[in-house]
């Protein structure tokens, strides 16, 4: 394991990843993805599909392979792709971006988030995010020289709900940029339009800019609806709407995301982004431009499926997860549920997690990863993250196998 000597230790001692010997750890999800094939465990901790997404879209990327886009894409995306976005956002939202400024192409969500989080942010400026929060964005702010600053979700009435007099306190005069996530990972939140316009009426207040990680957009379930904060009043100006095709397709490897706003800052995005990575995924670009634009209806089609399916799952998990003993948060959306182990006599979900190998033959992650040191909210602590977006049999044989913890 690496010893990191240069400015990038401050960036994994605010990941937490800075083992006790001062070596460097791998992220939760590489390190819990291990464990699983160390152990042979089920693997219900890193968010991905054990299925592909649609044969149609493979096709397209092998089409653009053997069509000979191989070769650098420009920097700001394939106009292709650039238009598919702005179709997407307009017909879905009825937002209206101008593809050949207003919309950049990047190497996955994480790339746009990076970007944006170092172009608008420095020393003496707070970053605000909700908490739990995504594993990249402490690192990214830390890389930024940022504070990070966060406020807690909190469980109202069975749902993870914004705390709304914390959010309201926790902006201020130094406050740069609100990096807000919905649907959530790692809680399955969906903020709701009451929700969202406190965050809009905070940010106008403060003239702070909006980067809003919408990468769950279509994986909603029940009676839940994405609103898109760029929608609100006031809000297009200010908003860098950041998503991504790993999700909404299926294929998480393909690393093709985007950032969609007001031109000023999605130049000041592509600004940093064209030394991070200058550009990528050329011959993805074209088909999730295909994916996107849906001529046929064939994606439509595929995702409405995907999304009753994920549905059917997520019932699935939070059962099993129930029966096993957990209290369980029944997510609104994402491929995520979070379960408390405190009633199975767990206090520590870090460690139920390293146990749950040997205890039950299954993975999951600690949600104090996605925390700070001394996480505000109550029962991230003891909470662990389990992903439903595996086969019906894996969850199934999963299931079984938590039911073990009761015994
Ligand atoms: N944001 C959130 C909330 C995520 O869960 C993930 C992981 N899928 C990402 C960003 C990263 O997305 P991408 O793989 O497109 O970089
Ligand atoms: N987004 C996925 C998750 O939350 C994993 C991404 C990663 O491995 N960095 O599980």
Redesign the pocket.
Known sequence: MAHLTGRWNDVVRAAGLVAPDGTVRATVFAEMSALATRTGAINLGQ?FPDVDGPAHVAEAAVAAIRAGRNQYPPGPGVPELRSAVALHQERHYGLRVDPDTEVLVTV????A?AAAVLALAGPGEEVLTLEPY?D?YAAVVAAAGATHVTVPLRVVDGSYRLDVEAFRAAVGPRTRIILL?SPH?PTGAVLDRAELEVVAAAAREHDVVVVT?E??EHLVYDEAQHVPIAGLPGMAERTLTVS?A??TLSF?GW?V?WVAGPAALVDAVRAVKQYLTYVGSGPFQYAVADALTDDDGRTRAWLADLVGSLEKRRDLLCEGLETAGFDVVVPQGTYFVVADGRPLGFDDGAELCARLPDLAGVVGVPVSAFCRDGATGEGFRSAVRFTFVKQEDVLREGVRRLAALRR
Do not use: I, Q, R
């Open positions: 968010g996955g969500a994480t790339e988030l995504y990249s996530n990972n990680d990468v769950y991504s790993g999700k998480t690393k995301g």
